[in-house]
């Protein structure tokens, strides 16, 4: 079955860009989104169709896919941008989640 | 748009457990919708999905045979009936809004607040 991963934890201090990957086989031919997810609340889209962001999600919020890998990529990070991160994939009417990444803001 | 679970609880392994969720702010029978879930303290997991008019469904390989997803455009309600129960199926459960109108293209743009289903003896 198909997998993506993510690492874990990412560490960024107040104001500099985080990246946060998404890895699979060949995941640059799906289509890929991010969800962000704060303690105790329910996930929310941050980034659709590899690149689109929903209205309402600021603007230092930007994707990327291509090759085997996706990335979330937060400009000027603030603090609260401290949550867990999500990247989901899908093929073929199978959507896959990645593990989670924790953006700790330092 | 609003979306609302109800119907989790605690439930012996083995047995069964409706949910439902009630859709409000949007044409309901326009999209595909779906249930993710989420054990504790874990990632998310994909459930199931169902169509616009529900004639096509889809279920992740775990659930296959033991969970149903259904609804009823006429009352914007999503269900999912959950049966044969086992530890592993605590979770939080999410009901969750395709994005795309009409044809679906599996990113979730509005969650509920999801309905905690504990299955223990």
């Known amino acids: 079955s198909y997998e993506v991963t993510q690492p874990p934890s990412v560490s960024v201090s107040p104001g500099q860009t985080a990246s946060i990957t998404c890895s699979g086989h060949?995941?640059?031919?799906?289509?890929t989104c991010w969800y962000q997810q704060k303690p105790g609340q329910s996930p929310v889209l941050v980034i659709y169709l590899d690149t689109k962001r929903p209205s309402g999600i600021p603007e230092r919020f930007s994707g990327s896919n291509s090759g085997n890998t996706a990335t979330l990529t937060i400009s000027g990070t603030q603090a609260i941008d401290e949550a867990d991160y999500y990247c989901q994939a899908w093929d073929s009417n199978t959507v896959i989640f990645g593990g989670g990444t924790k953006l700790t803001v330092l | 748009v609003q979306l609302v679970e109800s119907g989790g609880g605690l439930v012996q392994p083995g047995g069964s457990l409706r949910l439902s969720c009630s859709a409000s702010?949007?044409?309901?029978?326009?999209?595909?919708m779906h249930w993710v879930r989420q054990a504790p303290g874990k990632g998310l997991e994909y459930v199931s999905a169902i169509s616009t008019n529900g004639g096509s469904t889809y279920y992740a390989d775990s659930m296959k045979g033991r969970f149903t997803i259904s609804r009823d455009n006429s009352k914007n309600t999503l269900s999912l009936q959950m049966s044969s129960l086992r530890a592993d199926d605590t979770a939080v459960y999410y009901c969750?809004?395709?994005?795309?109108?009409?044809?679906?293209?599996?990113?979730?743009?509005?969650w509920g607040q999801g309905t905690l289903v504990t299955v223990s003896s």
């Open positions: 969750v809004k395709d994005g795309q109108l009409e044809l679906p293209q599996y990113y979730f743009d509005y």
């Open positions: 702010g949007f044409t309901f029978s326009r999209y595909t």
């Open positions: 060949q995941l640059g031919n799906k289509y």
